[in-house]
């Protein structure tokens, strides 16, 4: 597990001070990026947010309403 670790941190420092320093994002995080983005998209349009979110606004005004 040690020298995992070691050769994890050396790849590390190789990237942040070496010729891979600034090569920006490749096509990985990239598609990453998109497969999280349209998870999410499916998420909230599968679920009925627009439902929960006005109905918990509604009883959150009935109650400061209706409190006195």
Do not use: C, H, K
């Not at 920006?24 to 995080?29: K, L, P, R, T």
């Not at 349209?38 to 309403?65: H, S």
């Amino acid at each position: 597990m040690s020298r995992l670790l070691s050769t994890w941190g050396q790849t590390i420092r190789d990237r942040l001070s070496g010729r891979y320093s600034d090569r920006g994002a490749g096509f990985v995080e990239y598609a990453g990026l998109l497969l999280l983005i349209a998870a999410v998209v499916v998420a909230v349009l599968a679920l009925p947010l627009e439902t929960t979110i006005a109905n918990a606004i509604r009883d959150a005004v009935g109650r400061v309403v209706n409190a006195e």
